[in-house]
């Protein structure tokens, strides 16, 4: 009977796991840049050049960049789904927006029921903050621009991402994160226009699914996130019929 020799592992290997792993459960950001070697090395209880070897193979494989006095950094490309081009053709394309808020649907509703399930203690915490950052956009809303409001809305939904403790929902929801931004940004103007209870509406509804999620109403969190978005849904549609009747209304006065 034969057997294969047993290769012996090096050190640097055990490191590009415990760095693999922080990048996948989003520990470490696309475009963050990793403690200094000396710092670095310290932590993980390794000699530098071990430290150096391991950041060399992660730079082969993709997944970080090193600037010439500069630092290692996590490739920035890891937190983009989209490329810039596409994301201008996606935000400015009325069809896509509908398209987006389907698929926004079935992705935040899972996290929603997940980070109720799994959220820890500082889980809660930092989506306390981000609520609580959310409310103070709203309170003070003749203050604060579309922009921010966009991004602390965005910011919510992340936190609510990060506390599901599931990778492929933390980095698809990282990585369309600009796009979410956008679309809120883009959103939220038309539906105010539209609806005078919609700021009302989407304060309930955003405070009803940091409830749930804080009490680990896993179901509930699930129905909360799926009602926020069918009604956003619903205003948007509203908002889309106008503009096209009154274009319409233009067009025969012109005849």
């Known amino acids: 009977m034969g057997f294969d020799q047993v290769r012996q592992r090096r050190l640097s290997d055990d490191i590009v796991e415990q760095l693999e792993g922080m990048i996948l459960e989003g520990t470490l950001k696309s475009g963050e840049r990793l403690p200094a070697e000396r710092a670095l090395a310290e932590q993980f209880g390794v000699s530098r050049p071990s430290l150096r070897e391991a950041i060399q193979k992660l730079a082969a494989k993709g997944l970080l960049v090193s600037r010439q006095g500069g ?39 899972s996290c929603a029921y997940y980070a109720a399930l799994r959220a820890t203690e500082v889980d809660r915490e ?82 009803d699914l940091y409830q749930a999620i804080i009490e680990g109403r896993a179901e509930q969190a699930r129905e909360v996130s799926t009602r926020h978005l069918l009604y956003v849904q619903e205003v948007l549609e509203e908002v889309r019929q106008e503009v096209q009747r009154v274009a319409r209304a233009e067009r025969r006065k012109g005849m």
């Open 126 to 207: 930092r989506l306390t903050a981000a609520f609580e950052a959310l409310q103070d956009c709203y309170t003070r809303s003749d203050e604060v621009s579309r922009l921010e409001e966009g991004a602390a809305d965005a910011r919510f939904h992340l936190a609510i991402a990060e506390a599901s403790h599931n990778a492929v929902l933390l980095h698809t929801i990282r990585g369309l994160f600009d796009l979410l931004k956008r679309n809120v940004v883009t959103n939220i103007g038309g539906m105010y226009q539209q609806r005078m209870e919609t700021r009302d509406m989407l304060i309930s509804q955003h405070r």
């Open 71 to 109: 630092g290692n950094y996590v490739a920035q490309s890891l937190g983009s789904t989209f490329s810039d081009p596409l994301l201008h053709l996606l935000e400015n394309n009325p069809e896509v927006q509908r398209d987006l808020l389907e698929f926004r649907q079935t992705l935040e509703a």
